[in-house]
């Protein structure tokens, strides 16, 4: 089995993104699996493992990517200067930090020197790019691609966002047929090729309170969201929709769909990280690389303290793993194998003090 080399951006230093990091890389086994590279800062990993009290894990600097090295993990420094970090405190330096490691990262993605990313948690407010939005948005950008899909994930649900970092009040105003349509292509593309399902059933959200109630509290379902139902089965994409958001998850009816697309955060990510919060991840559909992340943010509250669980991040690393390997029609490799046993048990003892 072909091992893919599986970039990893350090996030925010000063949130739990390092510990979760130095967390899932303490199991040696992951090196049977993909060959990891980390981008960050050496002096705030060492920090980062000092606090935690750890040794491990050990790692072998590299100039770049083309000294890979497999059978251990590999570090690329994109600043070797010493940064004060200050555990939950947002920082303009910690920003700059997050970003710089991001760069270099979608700069060996683009080069085609890495078969995946896993992008580790940054704080959107401290990073100085015009119009960042977050992860999702500015890797679509960076790597030439007009549109992609934010999707969460973990083993009982998928749900997609036809709108993501947006404010509330812009919502309606962004959404058209057009762009309904064009996230459920990907969904459906992605749904086939990233997860091996030869007919993917897509359900789609209807924008306003009980689906408008025939135009009395909005007209978007009559107007884009039903004409889009109607062009994407035209195209042989099996939809259904839209359905009232309340109802569609109070009677578990997502259950029936291999994803559920919704119109915009909210709406979609309240009841996805109510049912899978602790192991929940992001993947972006559509993008010419895998990448993936923890379904959590820098979590401030708690960083430095060495009670971040690291589960929802090695879900998203070994979920960028399964998705190579079913892009090459492997099943060599058919789940987590730390999912139910190490992880679980960390976990465990994390939350027993």
């Not at 998705?323 to 492997?330: A, G, K």
């Amino acid at each position: 089995m072909t091992k893919p080399i599986i970039g990893i951006s350090q996030g925010d230093p000063n949130g739990v993104g390092l510990e979760v990091i130095i967390k899932m890389l303490q199991h040696d086994v992951i090196l049977n699996y993909c060959i990891p590279v980390i981008y960050g800062n050496p002096k705030s990993f060492s920090f980062t493992k000092k606090m935690m009290g750890l040794d491990k894990p050990n790692y072998t600097l590299i100039r770049d990517i083309n000294e890979v090295k497999g059978n251990q993990i590999n570090f690329i420094v994109t600043n070797n200067d010493a940064v004060e970090i200050q555990f939950g405190t947002p920082s303009d330096v910690a920003g700059k930090e997050a970003l710089l490691a991001i760069d270099r990262l979608l700069m060996d993605a683009k080069n085609n020197k890495l078969h995946a990313m896993v992008t580790a948690p940054v704080d959107k407010s401290t990073i100085k790019v015009e119009g960042f939005t977050g992860h999702t948005g500015y890797i679509t950008k960076a790597l030439g691609i007009d549109n992609s899909l934010m999707i969460l994930a973990n083993e009982d649900i998928r749900v997609g966002l036809v709108t993501e970092h947006m404010a509330v009040s812009k919502v309606a105003s962004a959404i058209s047929k057009e762009t309904i349509l064009t996230k459920l292509r990907i969904a459906n593309a992605s749904l086939k090729k990233d997860f091996g399902i030869v007919k993917p059933r897509i359900a789609l959200l209807g924008l306003n309170p009980h689906n408008g109630d025939n135009g009395t509290m909005g007209n978007e379902e009559k107007e884009f969201i039903i004409p889009a139902v109607i062009q994407a089965n035209q195209e042989d994409i099996f939809c259904f929709g839209p359905y009232s958001a309340d109802g569609f998850f109070g009677t578990k009816n997502y259950t029936k769909f291999d994803l559920v697309l919704a119109m915009y955060h909210d709406q979609g990510l309240i009841p996805f990280k109510s049912i899978a919060f602790d192991d929940g991840i992001n993947f972006t559909a559509g993008l010419p690389v895998i990448r993936t992340s923890p379904d959590h943010g820098t979590a401030y509250d708690i960083a430095g303290k060495n009670i971040a669980s690291s589960e929802s991040f090695g879900n998203a690393l070994f979920a960028a793993i399964k998705i190579y390997h079913q892009q090459n029609e492997s099943d060599a490799l058919k789940e987590n194998p730390l999912q139910y046993g190490e992880l679980k048990r960390e976990r465990f003892r994390l939350e027993q003090g």
